[in-house]
């Protein structure tokens, strides 16, 4: 029997890898059917295939008196740069997050203080990693107002849903697949979603129970 050059082969297991993997439209809503807007969503696949390569640094800045992004998404162990890009000095009180929005356990929070640009000094930068998985809140003693959210995903397919509720999610394998979701105003938690992807675009829509945000409380004034 003829045997077929490597190259040939090769070629063949790849085209058959690529086959394999489908597309993940989701849609997530609040209960009045209206988008959600920052919510993470994680899909999880026993099934063979390639999985994403999260990257290995991100930075989380804090100006004009916000975390900049709002909601981050990382694996375990990436490195986290807070920086402080306001002219006054600012904490990062950063640990797991509770029911309710609150510290889990405030007594194993870490906390920064990052100083800020005037005056000629160095904007605050400092280096941190999380290795437990799930919510933390973000805050700053100094602007109580300050609140951010970090999410420590043990899914290499996690992301943020738009503006719109909407992500896509590429390069999950065919198969049975599960979506867990997770919002910083959610009330309870929500049970993962169970899905069979086939090749193409496949499209889940999933709703959760969220509080209403209150408007944010006025900001100081102090330059600290």
């Not at 000095?89 to 906390?111: C, E, F, K, S, T």
């Not at 799930?134 to 849903?161: E, F, I, K, T």
């Not at 394998?173 to 496949?202: F, M, Y």
């Amino acid at each position: 029997m003829r045997r077929l050059p490597a190259v040939l082969v090769l070629l063949a297991l790849l085209s058959g890898l690529a086959a394999s993997a489908a597309e993940l439209q989701i849609t997530v809503l609040d209960r009045a059917g209206q988008a959600l807007a920052e919510a993470v969503v994680m899909v999880d696949s026993s099934m063979p295939g390639q999985r994403p390569v999260p990257p290995a640094e991100i930075t989380i800045a804090q100006e004009k008196l916000r975390f900049h992004p709002a909601v981050s998404i990382v694996a375990p162990g990436t490195r986290i740069v807070f920086s402080n890009k306001d002219s006054f000095d600012h904490h990062v009180i950063a640990g797991l997050m509770g029911p309710g929005g609150v510290y889990l356990d405030p007594n194993q929070n870490i906390q920064l203080r990052l100083s800020g640009k005037s005056g000629g000094r160095v904007p605050g930068n400092e280096v941190r990693s999380f290795n437990q998985t799930g919510p933390y809140l973000l805050g700053c003693h100094l602007h109580s107002s300050m609140r951010g959210h970090l999410y420590v995903a043990d899914s290499p397919w996690a992301q943020l849903s738009g503006a719109d509720g909407k992500l896509l999610v590429a390069g999950v394998p065919e198969g049975p697949v599960k979506v867990r979701i997770w919002h910083a105003d959610q009330l309870l938690d929500v049970e993962p979603t169970s899905a069979q992807l086939v090749a193409g675009v496949n499209r889940l829509t999933i709703k959760t129970q969220v509080q209403q945000r209150k408007s944010a409380a006025p900001t100081s004034a102090y330059p600290y």
